[in-house]
């Protein structure tokens, strides 16, 4: 659900943001570090921070793309694909050497602290509590792009680029914000899937999550909701 409205926000800017599985794995990397390393904390300070830092890193990934492609002019679609591959062996990396969990054969951190946990909604499945948040920014997300001057913005630029440019709309930096937001919703899925389900970063974990975000938004008419 996360990746199907981060690509569903990339797309009505007009961008294609093939990293989510990158900028997932970045996510899920640093909320798995955060969970197991941070040791003292209150539930109430350690998971949101857990939280938040996968945002953050998913975020950070996608404002490289979009970085790229305002001082390059590089296309996303070439951009997120390698970043992906360069994503994905660095998570590898490093939770198979630095970061391996002590006595592990299988490349996998730590377990994150019990402080950094979301709970589950329903025993002996893997439906957590994160699903709330993941509606309550769809619906956000929603009105931002129904009501606000950044979503009108964003859609102006998706339905007719030059047109924006005329405007004197400030592409560049609406193209950072989108994939930047775009980027961060992809790195909650993974923080979702460390926090509430595997609990470590487990080298291989991700079944195409990232992957299967466009087919959710495709269906979704490419809508938040």
């Not at 300070?45 to 793309?65: R, S």
């Not at 970043?83 to 970061?99: G, K, M, Q, R, T």
């Not at 998706?158 to 919703?185: D, E, P």
Request: charged share 10%.
């Amino acid at each position: 659900m996360f990746t199907g409205v981060a690509y569903a926000i990339a797309a009505k800017c007009g961008l294609v943001n093939l990293g989510l599985e990158g900028q997932m794995l970045s996510g899920a990397m640093m909320s798995a570090l955060l969970g197991a390393y941070l040791k003292g904390l209150p539930m109430i300070l350690h998971l949101p921070i857990c939280v938040l830092g996968g945002a953050l890193a998913g975020a950070a990934i996608g404002g490289l793309t979009a970085w790229l492609k305002n001082r390059f002019g590089a296309r996303e679609i070439i951009t997120t694909v390698m970043l992906n591959e360069i994503i994905a062996l660095f998570v590898s990396y490093l939770c198979n050497d630095p970061f391996r969990a002590e006595g592990s054969i299988w490349g996998m951190t730590e377990t994150i602290q019990d402080s950094a946990v979301i709970g589950k909604l329903m025993k002996n499945t893997q439906l957590t509590y994160a699903i709330f948040l993941a509606i309550a920014l769809a619906i956000l997300l929603e009105i931002v792009m129904k009501r606000s001057v950044v979503g009108y913005k964003m859609q102006v630029i998706g339905k007719n680029l030059r047109a924006a440019q005329t405007a004197g709309i400030r592409v560049n930096r609406i193209f950072l914000f989108s994939f930047a937001l775009s980027g961060a919703l992809a790195g909650l899925c993974g923080a979702s899937m460390i926090l509430g389900v595997n609990f470590k970063f487990i080298d291989g974990f991700s079944d195409n999550d990232g992957w299967s975000g466009i087919s959710v938004a495709a269906l979704a008419a490419y809508d938040p909701l």
